[in-house]
């Protein structure tokens, strides 16, 4: 920690963690009303088909049972979605994958609630399923048969069964792959991921006597929840009041609503409470997940091994409905070109709709997809060349005042430091690397990549109460990562105020400031600066009392440690901050509030550097950098891969509290290598074949290498609140390449598809040897 801080560089447990080692924390399952009752849903059994009409008598008579809601209980105008509006809360006129829900029940037990559910009997007209971008794109079939009339927040080239589409270029790729000395192209296939937070979605509603709804849920935006149930509902903001309780992880699958609207429908409609938790199979068919990448990836080199020319070419499977889909197509292309200097590139890409679960925001927003096939192919390249994977990244990685793709600055670049951290701690350059067991192969693998920290709205209040404490007040939701601490650090340490002195109010929407979302690596950037600024009103009103007190000039006083305000160079003139905030209660000026509310305002797209078609986000940057190396032992026999050991070094800008930024690198490998190594959602036909735990393996202690080396980076970036960047996304983008890179040194066999399993290993080596 800089003896220049207090609270900043600490490494304190989270302020939440005694709750929750104790069982005391409160989750939406644990949450309860007055008259509560339970809700369960039904879900279709098929993947395309119309709904001609509902029989749900035989359900409202069933004993226990007092509210049931389908589609036709939803105005057909009343659609949500991120970027395109195309989603009601309940199937209406038509189901567009298998799982969807149809209906929904309120009754006495959770029991009583799922037999009704199996007593609606609805007719369907099957249509052809559409499984594969592909199919869907030749197909005169459309999933979405208005989906011209959807409305759009940014220019998506919706028509048919394409969802959106997004081209960012800069220079001439063409130009580019004819000045090379040599061009390599490849094609890349990534799997779909399954979320698996370790609490399921779930929400409670509850309607007051005048018609207003609370509403509890599982959620990284209790603003989002709010603004989708109004839209799904067709109600004003001000009628829904959204709230949350703990959450037990959510990655990206509780940023758009998932129950919330239904439950919300079912209290309306029963004026009882109502409570939903999904099962972990619902969780699984239902929700969302991450986007299976079909990748095209050509890059021209000279023979020296400078990089001259990068054209990326994606196809997305959207699932039934947009959801995020279109920020992760824009988001992924821009990541596309790597932390690199192209001076020529092209990434272009589609989103197509198709009859399966919707896809959407994952941990990474499209990032470890192209960074799988960007980093894969590095390697390969330095292999063709001669040239160590590492010195050839050195040779071309961005510098000095080089910009990101599509010309945004960059005010802090630790992507240097954090290759040579990683390769340096690793052994890289060791003349023996360390050996292998007998009938095993052993070697190294390293990729790298770059993450943004900014975006969108956020916001925080300050208040100074009577004795001198502090309450902190913001939108954002801790999910797990630990914000709540981090945000209480930023704001003890501008007011120079024990962190134990700083009180966090959970978020709600009736007094929270707004904040766009807990995604995007975006809390402690955007949210930490809106504290820390918010907190700077405080002390200004705080000095002003001072002076009045002191008779001095404001520019004389200063804060110091304990929550007071001294003279500058006599310290023993000095006042408390209770003996202020007492002032302004009682005698002169009102309670001490301080707010600061701000929207990210860097533009993505410099006009004279690129092009772009159809960007879904004109305003996203601050960028953190990641370099991962990996030690993969292999079994000659099996071909099961095991990761020995791994070294992850991440540039932060300044680490707020370095134990949980630790954490976050641990928790980024585990689950990228999962990712890599054996995650994926299969489908039988038109079903998920493997929605639950029996059949979805995560990893566990036996996977995830003992011998984990977390390296803290730290690139001072002059736009976050006291230099910090995120880190909850960038630690996770490069370990797939990474494992693949290392899996192709130890082996010989390059696998151009995740994940990596044993199979496709064994196979490779087979291959080679005959």
Request: hydrophobic share 40%.
């Amino acid at each position: 920690m800089s003896a220049a801080f207090e609270s900043v560089g600490r490494r304190l447990p989270r302020i939440d963690s005694r709750e929750k080692v104790e069982g005391r924390a409160q989750y939406i399952a644990d949450l309860t009303r007055p008259g509560m009752l339970h809700a369960a849903m039904l879900q279709s059994p098929h993947a395309h088909a119309r709904i001609r009409g509902y029989d749900i008598s035989a359900a409202l008579a069933t004993p226990g049972v007092h509210a049931v809601v389908t589609g036709d209980d939803f105005a057909g105008a009343n659609r949500m979605g991120a970027f395109i509006k195309d989603e009601h809360a309940l199937a209406k006129g038509k189901v567009r994958y298998v799982g969807e829900p149809v209906a929904a029940v309120a009754a006495q037990t959770e029991s009583i609630a799922r037999a009704a559910t199996q007593a609606i009997r609805v007719d369907y007209e099957e249509l052809p399923a559409l499984l594969s971008p592909d199919q869907a794109l030749a197909s005169p079939v459309h999933i979405h048969e208005e989906v011209g009339q959807y409305f759009k927040v940014f220019d998506a080239g919706s028509e048919g069964n394409l969802c959106s589409r997004t081209e960012l270029s800069e220079g001439d790729a063409e130009l580019g792959f004819r000045e090379s000395d040599l061009v390599f192209e490849h094609h890349f296939d990534t799997q779909a991921q399954a979320h698996v937070a370790l609490e399921p979605c779930g929400a409670l509603a509850e309607v007051d006597p005048q018609g207003r709804i609370t509403l509890w849920s599982a959620n990284q935006s209790v603003f989002r929840v709010q603004a989708c149930v109004a839209e799904a509902l067709g109600l004003p903001h001000s009628r829904i009041r959204c709230l949350t309780p703990r959450i037990g992880g959510a990655f990206g699958n509780k940023m758009e609503p998932h129950v919330q609207p239904i439950v919300a429908a079912l209290a309306l409609k029963a004026k009882r409470p109502v409570k939903m938790i999904l099962s972990r199979e619902e969780d699984f068919e239902t929700v969302r997940a991450r986007h299976p990448f079909r990748i095209r990836i050509k890059t021209g080199v000279k023979r020296d091994g400078t990089f001259v020319a990068r054209e990326v070419e994606v196809l997305l499977d959207c699932g039934a409905y947009a959801d995020d889909s279109p920020g992760v197509l824009g988001y992924g292309l821009l990541c596309a070109r790597g932390p690199y200097r192209f001076p020529h590139a092209r990434c272009h890409g589609k989103l197509v709709y198709t009859n399966k679960l919707r896809f959407g925001a994952f941990r990474g927003f499209g990032n470890p997809q192209v960074s799988f096939a960007g980093e894969s192919q590095i390697d390969d390249i330095a292999e063709a060349l001669g040239i160590d994977p590492i010195e050839l990244r050195l040779k071309n990685i961005l510098r000095g005042d080089d910009r990101w793709f599509g010309g945004q600055q960059l005010f802090s670049n630790g992507v240097k430091e954090c290759m040579e951290r990683s390769r340096d701690a690793s052994g890289w350059d060791a003349a023996a690397p360390a050996p292998a067991a007998p009938g095993r192969r052993r070697a190294l693998g390293f990729a790298l990549c770059g993450h943004i920290s900014g975006l969108l709205a956020t916001g925080a209040i300050v208040r100074l109460l009577e004795d001198g404490t502090v309450v902190l007040n913001v939108g954002a939701n801790d999910i797990g990562q630990g914000s709540d601490t981090v945000l209480s650090q930023m704001c003890a340490e501008a007011l120079k105020v024990p962190v134990e002195n700083v009180a966090f109010v959970s978020p709600d929407t009736d007094g929270s400031p707004f904040n766009w979302g807990t995604t995007a690596s975006r809390v402690t950037f955007m949210t930490g600066r809106a504290v820390v600024s918010a907190a700077a009103e405080v002390e200004k009103q705080v000095k002003l009392h001072a002076s009045e007190i002191f008779e001095c000039a404001i520019e004389d006083l200063e804060l110091v440690s304990g929550g007071a305000v001294a003279v500058k160079g006599v310290p023993e003139k000095r006042i408390s901050f209770f003996e202020i905030s007492k002032r302004a209660h009682w005698f002169s000026g009102g309670p001490i509030v301080g707010s600061n509310s701000w929207v990210y305002d860097r533009p993505t797209i410099d006009p004279k550097r690129a092009v772009v078609i159809g960007l879904p986000f004109p305003k996203i940057g601050a960028y953190s950098f990641a370099a991962v190396v990996v030690d993969v032992e292999v079994d000659e026999v099996t071909g099961q891969a095991q990761v020995k050991r791994a070294w992850s070094a991440c540039d932060v800008g300044r680490a707020i509290n370095p134990m949980l930024v630790e954490g976050q690198i641990e928790g980024g490998f585990a689950q990228g290598l999962g990712y890599a190594l054996f995650e994926e959602m299969v489908w039988d036909g038109a079903r998920l074949a493997n929605p639950t735990l029996m059949d979805y393996k995560i990893p566990t202690t036996l996977e995830v290498p003992y011998e984990m080396h977390s390296i803290i980076v730290e690139s001072v970036d002059k736009d976050g609140p006291y230099g910090a960047k995120g880190v909850g996304e960038v630690c996770l983008s490069p370990v797939p390449a990474a494992l693949g890179n290392a899996l192709r040194r130890a082996t010989g066999v390059r696998i151009r598809s995740l994940p990596l399993t044993p199979e496709k290993i064994l196979r490779g080596m087979l291959e080679r040897k005959q």
